[in-house]
């Protein structure tokens, strides 16, 4: 691990990081805002008059509690589209970018080994979404709590953000792989942003229709199913162990093909 390279990206990365994470939380606060337990059905109603095969590509999923209301909205849509973004940027610059521009042999001529170096950003990649989820999680509560005061059900709050947090796991291992197996920054994108965005396209395909259900299940995001959360369903469980091996397995897998390969540098 090395902590000079550890800072450096923090300041490589910090705008993008600070300009995703405000964004979600305005979004976050925004929805929280919206949330109206005595015109929640008036809501339900207005999105019925939407076409069902839209609200449900959206993944939008309007309860009747604050805590099914934001399940259904802020980690819906939203969440395949902020933490992803700041997952495939992040993900190509630490290792991929530095490759393609040359930069990697000067991290090389320092006294990091190439393992130190793929491990430290394998760290960072991890730590630097884990601050995303812990910021939102906690922001969401504060909020909550001062607007409307004992209507979120805290525990199942975090059990949802702890689901959310290890699907990203498994979202950034797949970028960070992609950033670790390839040379150039197109391959490096095209596979670490190619991959997610597919199965964002997949799951809305899959939500849209019941003859169209089964293409959702080749997506990842197919096992992040809050519902099923909240209702106990041990289904929930198994998603959270296979992104978190997924996850262990693609970092674990990009850390030896960086170790190994041969750079042009």
């Not at 999923?61 to 969440?79: E, I």
């Not at 991959?195 to 293409?215: C, H, K, N, R, Y």
Request: overall charge neutral.
């Amino acid at each position: 691990m090395s902590w000079a390279l550890f800072k450096a990206n923090m300041r490589a990365n910090r705008f993008i990081w600070f300009l995703i994470v405000a964004i979600y939380s305005f979004y976050s606060i925004m929805l929280i805002g919206m949330f109206d337990p005595d015109s929640v059905d008036a809501l339900k109603e207005m999105l019925n008059m939407l076409p069902p095969e839209l609200i449900n590509a959206m993944g939008m999923n309007v309860g009747t509690t604050l805590l099914t209301f934001l399940s259904g909205t802020l980690y819906s849509l939203l969440l395949y589209l902020f933490p992803m973004i700041v997952s495939i940027i992040t993900n190509h610059r630490i290792i991929a970018a530095h490759v393609d521009k040359g930069s990697m042999s000067y991290l090389l001529s320092t006294s990091n080994s190439r393992k130190r170096i793929a491990v430290t950003q394998a760290v960072y990649s991890l730590i630097s979404i884990t601050v995303i989820f812990c910021w939102i999680t906690v922001l969401t509560l504060a909020v909550s709590s001062i607007m409307f005061p004992g209507l979120m059900d805290i525990n199942n709050f975090i059990w949802l953000n702890l689901y959310a947090l290890l699907m990203y796991y498994a979202i950034n291992g797949i970028c960070f792989f992609a950033s670790c197996l390839a040379n150039e920054s197109k391959y490096s994108l095209g596979l670490g942003a190619g991959v997610p965005v597919a199965f964002v396209l997949l799951q809305m395909l899959g939500d849209s229709g019941e003859t169209l259900s089964w293409i959702g299940n080749m997506s990842l995001y197919s096992l992040f199913d809050p519902v099923r959360l909240f209702a106990g369903d041990s289904f929930a469980y198994v998603g959270m162990a296979v992104f978190a091996s997924l996850a262990a397995l693609l970092y674990a897998a990009g850390i030896i093909i960086f170790d190994k390969k041969d750079l042009p540098i």
